[in-house]
């Protein structure tokens, strides 16, 4: 598998456009209990952690090419390119949530509105990923399904990181509990989706014409990586069933929730998540 920069590209910057989310959504929640200096040291780690993720993605991607230097020429065809449109609106994603951590170290203030353009921007940005991928000649990554993995990852691995940052003094126990239970309803949300889509796209890879120049077996391929799909899917349940059991002890009483568990259900979820794109892009 040789596509190892753009595995790094999607999932880092997906991921940074779900920390973008939840962190605007936990800075309005904040807000409301919490000074602007207690908000602001609140949400600096996910301010800083959203455009460095981002930053490290794009420079992923820029490797990929065969000449990094000319990757500006890319932009040139916005009007009809899924990928410059991707580039655009991934340079302006990162403009974006890098301005928002600026302007907060250097006013020791939080700009949750900020966060939540970036990723309003970004969603953007991982519809453009995907159509890049879905109007390419490789018939495995031309269906929905493609869609629902990438967006998939900013709602597990995007909102777990952002929980990991935020789930901290000085958020309360309630607010905790909160987010925690955003990033799992995130969670149920991508399974139920995989769920729903994954008999069409089987269907899909059953009837595919496959193109004379890509003498490849989508069925076959597919069903080879189903060893490795089925533990992905099977390591987001198992962080679906952490987060179900750290929510449940606390619904009727303020207590904190342990911060080993929750990094323990985010590192399931980022295994979850490799692994499944690197099944994906050993479909062609």
Known sequence: MNEWPLL???????????????????????????????????LRPLMLLAPILAAIGLLASVMHLGYPLNAFHALRHVASSWLSR????????????????LLA?????????LLLLGGLVGLADVGCMAGIYI?????????????????????????M????????????PPLMQRLLLTALLGCI????????????????????????????DAVAAFLHSAPLRMASAALLMAAIALMVLLLYPTHQRATVL???????????????????RYAFFTLH
């Open 8 to 42: 790094i590209f999607t999932l880092l910057v997906q991921a940074s456009v779900g920390m973008a989310l939840i962190g605007a959504l936990g800075g309005y929640w904040l807000r409301r209990t919490l000074t602007a200096e207690q908000c602001f040291l609140a």
């Open 86 to 101: 991707e580039i655009l609106l991934a340079s302006l994603y990162l403009g974006i949530v890098g301005l928002a951590a």
């Open 105 to 113: 170290l250097l006013t020791r203030r939080a700009y949750p509105s």
């Open 135 to 159: 109007n390419s000649a490789v018939v495995t990554w031309m269906h929905l399904n493609t869609a629902v993995a990438f967006y998939g990852t900013v709602f597990t691995l995007g909102m």
């Open 161 to 172: 990181l952002g929980v990991v940052t935020l789930c901290r003094r000085p958020v309360s």
């Open 189 to 216: 949300a991508t399974a139920a989706a995989h769920w729903l889509v994954t008999p069409g796209y089987l269907h899909f890879l059953a009837q595919a014409v496959q193109p004379v120049t890509l003498p490849f």
């Open 258 to 276: 342990p911060r080993s568990g929750i990094m323990v259900a985010a590192v399931l979820v980022l295994l979850a998540q490799a692994g499944s």
